[in-house]
C-alpha cells in the first residue's frame, strides 16, 4: 500500500523563495552611542565587540545581536536628528545572500552600495522604508560574520545569556497614511511575508496590519497615522521599535525595572500578562515586551 | 476651498521659465501643477532650484512625467531603463509628486507579451513603492502593443499592485476612437490621473497623425471638435466614482508663442466649462472668480 499523499489539489506550500530563517541582526545609527548603549544595557544588552575599522559596537544578549552604528556618514544618512538614535537595518538571515539580493532587485528593490574595507565582509543590502536597510546574511550557521568586521572586547563573555529569555519578536514600521496596501504587497512580493487576519493579535499595541516572516520567527507590524489625527502626523516612513518575545512579561518587567527601565501604565496601556511597553528614551527609543 | 482645485495645467503648454509659468497658473486660480522632467532638468539653477521653485509657489504637484518605452524590455535595454525610471523616481520624490506617469512602450524592441508587460509595471511600482509614488500607465494612442485603455487596464490588472494604476488621456482615447463603454470596467480608486484635452479634426487614422496632433495641436477641453465626447467622457468617470484631479495635457505650438496669462486664462475658462457646463457642480462660485467671468 502506498501511503505516499498526493497533492491532488495542487496546495502550495508557504514560499519562502528567500530563505529567510530570521533577523540576524538590527542596527541603530546614532551620533550619541554611549547614551543609546547605556539604554541597550538596562535592556539586557552587553557590549561584545567592537569595528575593526568605524565606530560601530556589537551588543549582544542571547540570541539576539544589536549593532550601534556611530560611524558621521551613517548617522547623517540616517537622519538621526540631534542624536536621536533610529533603527536603520535589519539584516535577515536567508539562504544565499547573493540570491537574495538579486531577486530583490529584480523585483525592482533599490540596491545599496557597499562600503566594505579591505578584508571585511560585503554585506548586500537593500533600501527599506525611510532611510533604513535591510541586510542579507548566509553565513550564520557554519561561522559568525562577526569575527571577520569585529574585534572582540577582551575579557567580555561574547554571549552572555538573554534577560528573562528575550528574543526578536517583530518589529513596528510607522507608514504613510493609506499606505498599509503597498506596504502589505511590498513583504508580501520582495520577502513571502504572509498578512496575519486582523483578528489575530499579538501583545498590547494591536493597532494596523500584522505579517508574519515566512519562517514563522518573526512578525512586522505596520501602523498608519490615526484617521483623527490633525495634519501634525506626516513623519517620514520608519522601522519604529523593536518587539522583544517573552514567556514571562510580568517576570521580565519585574526585571528590567530593578535596571531602571520604567514601562508606559496609563488607563488604556499598562504591562500586564500580554505585553508591555517601555517609556520612550533620547526621544525615540522604546522597546515591546509580547508575550510568547 | 477653491473651485478650480480639482483642475490643473501642464508645465508643458506654456513657453517660458518654470516660476513665470507656475506665478500664471496661480494668478488665474489653479492650485496644482502637472510637472514635466524636462521643466526641472532645464532650470538655469538645476534641479535643487526648481524643486525649491515648485515648493515655493504653494502649488500642489498633480504628478510627474513622463517615463516612456519602460516595460517589455529585456537584458542591457531593460537594465538602462531601470536605471533611467529610478532617476525619474527621485526627480518626482524630490518635487513631491506622488503620481509617475509612465506612457505605453512604442518600441520595436520590446516584447507584446502582455504578463512580461504587467511584471515590469510591478517591477516599476515596487522601485516607486518607498518613495510613495503611485505609477500611472498610460495608453499612447501610437504604443506599438498597448494603444488603448482597455489594454492598459488589463495590464495594470495583471501585474495587481495598488500603487500601479492607469493614466487616462482624452486625446489619445478620441484619437484612438476607443468605445468609452469600457469606462463602465475600470475601478475609479485604479484611475490614478486623467489628463485631458481635445483637438480640432475628427480623423488620425495613423500613428504618424496621431503623433504630429498630439505634440503640436491640442487644445483645452471645450475648444476642440470633440467636447461632446470630452463631456460623455468627465460624465462616465464621475458616474464610476473617480474624484481624482483632472489635468490639461494641451501640447500646442500657437500657445508657446503667447503670454502666460493668456494661455493661462484659456486654461481656466475650461476648467469653469467642465465645472459648470459638464459636470454640474452646484457650489457657487466664489466672487473673486465671478469677477474675471
Not at chain 1, 538571515?93 to 571585511?120: F, I, N, Y
Not at chain 1, 571577520?148 to 567580555?156: A, L, N, S, W
Not at chain 1, 527601565?261 to 505585553?275: A, C, I, K, N, Y
Request: include cysteine; proline fraction near 5%; hydrophobic fraction near 40%.
Amino acid at each position: 500500500m502506498n501511503l505516499r499523499q498526493v497533492n491532488r489539489e495542487d496546495v502550495p506550500e508557504m514560499p519562502n523563495r528567500l530563505g529567510i530563517a530570521g533577523i540576524e541582526f538590527i542596527e541603530f545609527a546614532t551620533s550619541r552611542p554611549q547614551a543609546l548603549g547605556q539604554v541597550l544595557e538596562n535592556m539586557g544588552f552587553r557590549p561584545v565587540a567592537r569595528h575593526r575599522s568605524r565606530e560601530v559596537t556589537l551588543y549582544r544578549q542571547g540570541d539576539m545581536n544589536l549593532v550601534v552604528n556611530a560611524n558621521p556618514d551613517d548617522a547623517r544618512v540616517s537622519g538621526t536628528i540631534d542624536g536621536q538614535p533610529a533603527i536603520s537595518a535589519v539584516a535577515f538571515r536567508v539562504q544565499d545572500a547573493l540570491k537574495a539580493h538579486t531577486r530583490c532587485l529584480e523585483l525592482g528593490a533599490w540596491g545599496v552600495p557597499s562600503h566594505a574595507q579591505a578584508m571585511e565582509l560585503h554585506i548586500p543590502a537593500i533600501h527599506g522604508p525611510g532611510r533604513s536597510r535591510f541586510y542579507f546574511v548566509d553565513r550564520w550557521q557554519e561561522f559568525s560574520i562577526y569575527d571577520i568586521d569585529f574585534k572582540p572586547i577582551p575579557t567580555v563573555d561574547q554571549h552572555p545569556p538573554a534577560l528573562s529569555g528575550m528574543n526578536y519578536f517583530g518589529v513596528v514600521q510607522y507608514i504613510g497614511a493609506g499606505r498599509s496596501a503597498d506596504w502589505l504587497t511590498y513583504y508580501e512580493h520582495m520577502f513571502d511575508f504572509v498578512s496575519i487576519p486582523d483578528e489575530e493579535r499579538f501583545g498590547i499595541l494591536p493597532k494596523g496590519k500584522l505579517m508574519k516572516s515566512p519562517c514563522g520567527s518573526f512578525l512586522w507590524q505596520l501602523i498608519e497615522p490615526d484617521p483623527w489625527m490633525e495634519s501634525g502626523d506626516d513623519g517620514p516612513e520608519c522601522l519604529q521599535r523593536i518587539g522583544f518575545g517573552v514567556s514571562d512579561v510580568g517576570e521580565a518587567v519585574k526585571a528590567l525595572k530593578t535596571h531602571g527601565v520604567e514601562f508606559v501604565e496609563s488607563t488604556q496601556l499598562h504591562p500586564e500578562d500580554r505585553g508591555a511597553l517601555t517609556r520612550s528614551v533620547l526621544g525615540s527609543v522604546a522597546f515591546e515586551l509580547v508575550h510568547k | 476651498m477653491n473651485l478650480l482645485d480639482g483642475y490643473g495645467m501642464d508645465t508643458i503648454t506654456m513657453a517660458g521659465s518654470l516660476e513665470a509659468k507656475l506665478a500664471a497658473m496661480k494668478r488665474v486660480g489653479f492650485s496644482q501643477v502637472m510637472l514635466m522632467a524636462r521643466d526641472l532638468v532645464t532650470h538655469p539653477g538645476g534641479v535643487p532650484a526648481a524643486v525649491q521653485a515648485v515648493q515655493d509657489s504653494g502649488l500642489r504637484p498633480t504628478g510627474f512625467q513622463v517615463l516612456r518605452d519602460f516595460e517589455g524590455l529585456s537584458g542591457h535595454l531593460h537594465g538602462y531603463k531601470v536605471d533611467i525610471a529610478k532617476s525619474m523616481l527621485e526627480m518626482c520624490a524630490a518635487t513631491g509628486s506622488k503620481v509617475l506617469l509612465a506612457c505605453s512602450s512604442t518600441s520595436r524592441h520590446a516584447t507584446q507579451d502582455l504578463d512580461l508587460i504587467a511584471a515590469d509595471l510591478k517591477k516599476l511600482a515596487m522601485l516607486a513603492l518607498p518613495l510613495g509614488i503611485k505609477v500611472a500607465y498610460e495608453a499612447l494612442s501610437w504604443g506599438r502593443t498597448v494603444n488603448e485603455f482597455p489594454v492598459s487596464w488589463d495590464v495594470v490588472c495583471r501585474a495587481d499592485c495598488p500603487n500601479l494604476g492607469i493614466g487616462l488621456d482624452s486625446f489619445h482615447i478620441f484619437a484612438a476612437k476607443s468605445s468609452l463603454d469600457a469606462i463602465e470596467e475600470l475601478d475609479p480608486e485604479k484611475i490614478f490621473l486623467v489628463q485631458l484635452s481635445d483637438f480640432m479634426w475628427q480623423e488620425t487614422p495613423t500613428f504618424e497623425e496621431r503623433m504630429t496632433t498630439a505634440r503640436t495641436f491640442r487644445v483645452f477641453p471645450g475648444e476642440g471638435v470633440h467636447s461632446e465626447q470630452l463631456a460623455d467622457l468627465v460624465m462616465r468617470l464621475d458616474r464610476i466614482g473617480y474624484r481624482g484631479d483632472y489635468s490639461f495635457e494641451v501640447f500646442n505650438d500657437d500657445y508657446q508663442q503667447l503670454p502666460l496669462d493668456t494661455v493661462a486664462e484659456r486654461a481656466r475658462r475650461s476648467a469653469f466649462w467642465l465645472h459648470e457646463n459638464v459636470l454640474h457642480r452646484s457650489a457657487p462660485l466664489p466672487a473673486w472668480a465671478r469677477q474675471r467671468s
